[in-house]
């Protein structure tokens, strides 16, 4: 049986004056008890024990509850609280460190304090609520909020921490001045919520934490919308993030799964994996990212599967020591890179779909900076399709480019492989080698080009075997000043232009072609300077004045003149 009580600030018949007072009158019965209070400003601290349910007679925002200092309600035991407005000032305004809170219809305001603390022994339910400035946290506790706003935090709108379990769903968080919700060595689960406007990540996963996020919006975010670091793991599924720096962020070791999301408008980077951390993200959109749409860099690990990226900067980048796997993706209408490999990163694509980007890849680096593609289709590019330079070094197996000036190039002391590739209509040539670059291409088609099928110059190597070059209006080859190499079994088809015009320095191996071999001699090398040595001089030894010297003279005139005189002898 539920014992009632009433409060009422003008009293009454059998009314409290204050609500501590039916409390306390409650406790003394030990039932269960239902205290409905009339509208008011309460000025005093609730302590609650036992199972108790606290009212806000005539409905929500009806019945302020708090000091000018210190806490509004202190739960232990089995409360619930529906409708009243709670007020804390430099303390925690609603704590509960044991036993079961439940909050509905309720305004929490907190000043220079925790707006909710939930203890390692609490279980607190949130619900249909406001909270507004103050923290609400969760420490080792349980908890669940649903359909809840949070506004204007002065810290984390949400903390997760110590072991707390902690699911948030269908609710609002905006303007924190650190993170909407922050989960450490805990779990958290975010649903169905918003966030906007938060000073550093919107969601952060910290200190081995589990995060699960799910059909959320994030906008307007200083930082990343979600960020994963110290080993947290997670997933993010069917969230879109929007005018964040980052998107979705992870470093230092974490390893989130991200599934069906949509990054627009990150300032900096849409997908961004760093130090170490991994992640697997799968059929995500990734568009109009200010600086890179996919970035791995310092040892990071991304795998990217059935992703699109369009519009912005660079597609997809892996520089720093990072290393990242990435297939069956689409990447179109970039200002520049679609994909770019960098400074010691190995980056493997597999059935890509490159278009309408200036290049498909770059790479530079040192020795260990490689690049693998495999079953990828670039189209409509302006400079070439693939570029590898430095000391880099890029495999192609079934590779295609088409619409574009150049298909393939190696440049500086990089090294590219081609095995079973195909260069379509385009303007400049299929594959070209500059610097010391070296190409060994193994059963490439070169069709319609404008130029060349293939050219070296400087004193780069290019070694063709089971090549097919048709219609290429300048020739099938071209070899140029220094360089050199070796084409084997290759056949020069059309009827524009040479077969081959070298230098000399060019093995042709069973070639088959109508066309003519043009033998153009490189040009001589200027002849070393003359370098003349004179070795027939004086030697002196000390002083000498007023003399004069000169040798190798077909005539010497010697004058004498002694002191006083001035005529020759």
């Not at 996020?213 to 975010?221: E, F, N, P, S």
């Not at 770019?340 to 770059?362: I, N």
Request: aromatic share 4%; glycine share 14%.
């Amino acid at each position: 049986m539920v014992a009632r009580y009433v409060v009422s600030p003008h009293g009454g018949r059998r009314a409290h004056r204050d609500i501590s007072s039916a409390l306390h009158a409650a406790a003394q019965r030990g039932r269960p008890a239902l205290v409905e209070i009339a509208p008011g400003r309460y000025e005093e601290t609730l302590v609650v024990r036992g199972e108790v349910r606290l009212v806000a007679a005539e409905g929500p925002g009806t019945v302020v509850v708090g000091r000018h200092r210190g806490a509004a309600l202190e739960a232990a035991g089995r409360v619930r609280v529906h409708g009243l407005t709670l007020v804390g000032r430099d303390a925690d305004a609603v704590a509960c460190p044991a036993g079961t809170l439940t909050l509905e219809h309720t305004e929490i305001r907190a000043t220079g304090g925790v707006a909710l603390h939930a203890g390692p022994h609490a279980s607190v339910t949130l619900r249909d609520s406001v909270v507004a400035h103050g923290r609400t946290l969760f420490s080792g506790a349980a908890g669940l909020v649903e359909r809840c706003r949070f506004t204007d935090a002065a810290d984390n709108a949400i903390a997760v921490v110590a072991g707390a379990r902690v699911r948030v769903g269908d609710s609002r968080i905006e303007g924190s001045r650190i993170h909407g919700l922050r989960v450490s060595d805990a779990q958290a689960e975010v649903v169905g919520c918003e966030l906007t406007g938060t000073g550093r990540a919107a969601l952060m996963a910290d200190t081995g934490a589990h995060l699960t996020v799910a059909d959320c919006v994030i906008t307007t975010v200083h930082a990343e919308g979600v960020m994963f670091i110290e080993q947290s793991r997670g997933s993010v599924d069917r969230t879109r993030v929007t005018d964040a720096r980052h998107g979705i962020a992870a470093a230092s070791g974490a390893d989130p799964v991200v599934r069906g999301c949509v990054l627009a408008d990150c300032r900096d980077t849409g997908i961004n994996v760093q130090t170490d951390a991994r992640g697997r993200f799968e059929d995500c959109e990734v568009l109009d990212s200010g600086n890179v749409a996919v970035f791995a860099t310092d040892g990071g690990a991304p795998e990217v599967r059935g992703c699109r990226v369009a519009r912005g900067n660079v597609g997809i980048a892996v520089t720093g020591g990072a290393r990242g796997r990435f297939a069956h993706s689409t990447v179109e209408d970039l200002t520049g890179s679609a994909l770019r490999v960098w400074d010691g990163s190995r980056g493997v694509f597999e059935h890509l779909r490159v278009e309408r980007c200036p290049t498909g890849l770059d790479t530079r680096g040192d020795g260990g900076t490689t690049a693998d593609l495999a079953d990828t289709t670039f189209r409509d590019f302006r400079l070439p399709a693939v570029t590898a330079a430095g000391q880099s070094r890029v495999t192609l197996r079934r590779v295609t480019a088409e619409r574009g000036t150049v298909g393939f190039g190696v440049a500086e002391d990089a090294q590219l492989f081609v095995y079973d590739c195909e260069v379509r209509a385009v303007t400049g040539g299929g594959v070209g080698g500059i610097g010391n670059g070296r190409l060994l291409a193994r059963n490439l088609t070169v069709t319609g080009s404008e130029g060349v099928g293939i050219s070296a110059k400087d004193s780069a190597y290019l070694d063709v075997e089971g090549g097919d070059f048709t219609d290429c209006a300048v020739a099938g080859a071209v070899f140029d000043e220094e360089s050199s190499g070796r084409l084997a079994e290759c056949s020069v088809s059309g009827e524009r232009g040479a077969a081959v015009v070298h230098n000399g320095r060019v093995d042709l191996v069973a070639l088959r072609s109508g066309l003519r071999v043009v033998h153009r001699a490189a040009p001589p090398a200027a002849p070393a300077p003359t370098i003349v040595n004179r070795f027939l001089g004086p030697v002196i030894h000390g002083d000498v004045h007023d003399a004069q010297f000169a040798w190798d003279n077909d005539h010497v005139s010697q004058h004498l003149r002694t002191e006083g005189d001035d005529s020759p002898r």
